[in-house]
């Protein structure tokens, strides 16, 4: 059983003034207890630690399958296609395939690829070799060209990430590919990006379907209805191209038939999860009591959690159309918040303050973060008046934009008020996430941008997507609008896998600080109810994204 223990922090009286600020949004409770520690320990299993029962009849250890599994999806995907932005991750990754996947390990293994090597140590072109006989559920054949069909459609679509490298690819023989690279891979995440996140299809079958509404994949399950914004039903596949023995994990199908339903509202998914509808939910501060000793729902599903590496950050405009382009402004408003006050809003047992802009379970997070003494664990309101004093602030309304979404419409209420607290007046603008990139892209329509961005493996992946012009929503930019040459090169450099180094790191974590670039909200336990037929999960390395066909069910409920 892991234990997770929140650690404490130099706090104010910030949390009963913001009780009465905000009032119904959660904090109530926790303003009763302000003047206690803000050090508590809870006890749920970690789901990686999660095993099947060898004593019990399961999919691991028999040839059967689970009937049929239905599974509550958060999100509504406006498109199946495997290209496109808003795809569903779930259901995408059950129906299409890569070349390879990542394991939790670092390491590579081939689904589609055969085999792989470069041609010599200047590892500017690698030899990819494919399995011969893999078909889509169209029963289309994949050869070499609708390998390099499918990495131009993904690069076409505007979609594809860390190919700055990549040059081209060509067939060289029917089951043979090779990638030319305009120089050695350089990021950390290159390989990864290019090989593990181009889903192939056959250049017929894409053709010849409208993919939005009618994908085709190689993969283990077919789609066989889909009824847009409602469900998507899968079926395991009769003629799936793979041998039994050469099955990976991710590769399997052990549910005959998987049912998504898309429910956008958590307590209509709580609901279905108590009516025995869906499988699983995750559960907030709130709801978690219910299915805990002594609640309503004890014993009828197992609690499980994992740690999660995505973290919020408050970031602010930097171009010259905003107050916030003035750093005094920016610690102003850093010095005016408590970083603690975000956690207990969104519920203290499963989110926790961030002491840096990372969450503490990437990978190669430093223990000495942790004694950082910065504006992030600091509440001061004194200091944030001399901060607003020197910034010749006159009484102007801040646009704080947010993705629409609960987690971050409750930051975003978190942060105005406290800048009411302060004296700093503010506006909240919720938009849907198609809008968001395009809102934020423009700097003359925004002041504060409630951010998240994760990786389980480097904290320079984050800064990356956070601070660095090529995740910008701007051409030539980056989120903040922040120009600094130097600085750039800095995330370069300590992103590029040959100059990698944790003291590099440590230097970028340190310049966000000392230029105010952002304030970390906080990170999350992701606590979740199962049903008991749940034996062993499996997910996409780095997400919390489960492979439902691929996890192991009890057969004997």
């Known amino acids: 059983m892991r234990t997770i223990t929140r650690r404490s922090f130099l706090k104010g009286s910030a949390a009963s003034i913001l009780a009465v600020a905000l009032g119904g949004i959660g904090v109530n409770a926790y303003a009763e207890e302000a003047e206690e520690a803000a050090a508590g320990t809870y006890e749920w299993e970690l789901l990686s630690s999660v095993t099947a029962d060898e004593s019990r009849t399961s999919t691991a250890n028999s040839d059967e399958k689970l009937d049929y599994i239905t599974i509550g999806l958060g999100t509504v995907p406006s498109s199946m296609d495997p290209y496109s932005f808003n795809k569903s991750s779930e259901i995408t990754v059950e129906v299409f395939e890569t070349l390879v996947v990542a394991t939790d390990d670092g390491d590579f293994v081939g ?9 010599d140590d200047t590892e500017t072109e690698l030899v990819v070799n494919i399995y011969e006989g893999v078909t889509d559920s169209d029963g289309n054949e994949i050869t070499a060209e609708d390998v390099v069909y499918s990495f131009q459609t993904y690069i076409d679509s505007g979609n594809a990430r860390d190919f700055d490298d990549y040059d081209y690819s060509e067939a060289t023989d029917t089951y043979q590919v090779t990638f030319h690279f305009k120089q050695k891979l350089s990021s950390l995440d290159g390989f990864d990006n290019i090989f593990a996140s181009t889903y192939i299809v056959s250049q017929a079958t894409y053709e010849s379907h409208n993919f939005n509404v009618d994908p085709i994949g190689t993969g283990p399950y077919k789609i066989t209805s889909y009824e847009e914004g409602a469900t998507c039903i899968l079926e ?8 039994e023995e050469n099955l990976y994990q991710s590769q399997k199908s052990n549910v005959q038939t998987i049912e998504y339903q898309f429910i956008l509202d958590d307590s209509m998914r709580l609901i279905a999860l108590e009516s025995g509808t869906i499988a699983y939910c995750a559960i907030d501060d709130t709801s978690l009591s219910l299915f805990e000793e002594g609640g309503d ?4 599903f197992n609690i499980y959690c994992y740690e999660d590496a995505q973290a919020q ?30 956690a207990d809003a969104l519920g203290s047992r499963v989110y926790y303050p961030c002491t840096v802009d990372c969450a503490p379970v990437v990978g190669d997070y430093q223990s000495d973060w942790d004694t950082w003494e910065t504006y992030n664990t600091v509440y001061d309101p004194e200091l944030s008046a001399q901060y607003l004093a020197e910034s010749g602030y006159n009484g102007e309304t801040l646009k704080i934009i947010t993705e629409d979404n609960s987690e971050k419409n409750t930051i975003a209420e978190v942060v105005q008020a406290y800048l009411e607290i302060a004296g700093i007046k503010s506006e909240i603008v919720t938009l849907d996430h198609a809008l968001i990139e395009n809102t934020a892209g423009d700097a003359t329509q925004w002041d504060i941008l409630i951010y998240s961005s994760a990786d389980k493996d480097y904290a320079i992946s984050r ?7 090529a995740h910008g929503y701007a051409d030539g930019y980056n989120l903040s609008f922040y120009e600094n040459d130097e600085f750039q090169e800095m995330l ?4 590029n896998v040959d100059t990698y180094s944790e003291e590099g790191t440590n230097e970028i974590m340190q310049y966000i600080y000392d230029n105010a670039l952002g304030y970390a909200g906080c990170y999350a336990i992701k606590v979740g109810v199962y049903s008991p037929v749940m034996a062993q999960f499996y997910t996409v390395s780095g997400t919390s994204n489960f492979v439902i066909g691929a996890c192991e069910y009890y057969l004997d409920l």
Do not use: C, H
């Not at 689904?111 to 041609?119: C, E, G």
């Open 111 to 119: 689904i589609i690829a055969k085999d792989w090597a470069y041609t």
């Open 236 to 243: 395991a596949r009769d003629d799936y191209w793979q041998s």
């Open 297 to 300: 729902y004890a014993g009828q």
């Open 313 to 342: 950050t408050i970031l602010p405009n930097m171009s010259s159309n905003s107050l916030m382009s003035d750093i005094n402004m920016r610690l102003a408003v850093y010095y005016a918040l408590d970083s603690e006050s975000f």
């Open 463 to 469: 800064f990356m997507k956070t601070y660095a012009i």
């Open 492 to 495: 370069s450099t300590v992103f």
